[in-house]
């Protein structure tokens, strides 16, 4: 398929554990972010990359979360020690740069359903 | 600190009738502002955006307008069709400055038979 891929589609874990979420972006997208939406939230953003680098890890809750991104294709967001707050559903989502110098609007993936228990 | 603000979670509509759903901002920077779309499951998809340059921008049964004085925008969906129920995120970034792009959160339409 050609949209953003997300894996696991659904995750359960203990209190405490680590989980690492995988995004595909879409290929030959640059730009990659991650969003959470807890429920009955919106959209809250966590991180975003441009190629490689992440210029804005912002919105990351705690030290307990990180991303990376390599080959400007894949990323995986971690989060250790997990937390029952941490349950979510996390979304990635990748634009790329059209020709006016703007990104274009976000690609998202189905997300990963994270359920700490 | 919400800089992208949804006040109604949800609103209900007659099929066949204009939907019109409002977004407020708080930051004067937001020069791009988008409405996203989303099913339960599946991800936000993309349904219109517009440039603070403009204050109308439309597509088919979505018009977008912008108030840049008020921080205003709204989304308009007429004729209203069943499959529009789903929840609609407001959107807005600085591109200017390459900013993220920050969410409301989002308001529940639903289509009445």
């Known amino acids: 398929g050609a949209g953003v891929s997300q894996s696991p589609s659904n995750k359960v874990t203990e209190k405490g554990k680590d989980v690492e979420l995988r995004c595909d972006p879409i290929?030959?997208?640059?730009?990659l972010y991650w969003y959470r939406q807890s429920l009955g939230q919106g959209l809250e953003f966590l991180i975003y990359?441009?190629?490689?680098?992440?210029?804005?890890k912002s919105g990351l809750p705690s030290d307990r979360f990180s991303a990376e991104r390599t080959g400007g294709s894949v990323s995986t967001l971690t989060i250790q020690r997990t937390q029952q707050e941490d349950s979510a559903v996390y979304l990635c989502?990748?634009?790329?740069?059209?020709?006016?110098?703007?990104?274009?609007?976000?690609?998202f993936g189905n997300g990963t359903r994270l359920t700490v228990t | 600190d919400q800089q992208v603000k949804q006040n109604s979670p949800s609103l209900s509509v007659q099929e066949g009738r204009i939907s019109i759903l409002n977004c407020d901002y708080t930051n004067s920077m937001f020069d791009y502002f988008l409405w996203y779309k989303k099913y339960p499951a599946e991800g936000p998809t993309f349904l219109i955006s517009i440039s603070s340059i403009k204050d109308k921008n439309e597509d088919g049964r979505f018009t977008v307008f912008l108030n840049k004085s008020a921080k205003h925008l709204s989304l308009h969906i007429v004729p209203s069709q069943p499959g529009d129920s789903a929840v609609y995120f407001c959107a807005a970034s600085a591109i200017k400055r390459d900013d993220k792009i920050i969410f409301g959160k989002g308001t529940r339409l639903h289509i009445l038979p």
């Open positions: 990359f441009q190629g490689n680098s992440a210029p804005d």
């Open positions: 290929s030959g997208h640059t730009a």
């Open positions: 989502a990748s634009s790329t740069l059209l020709g006016t110098g703007t990104n274009s609007p976000l690609h």
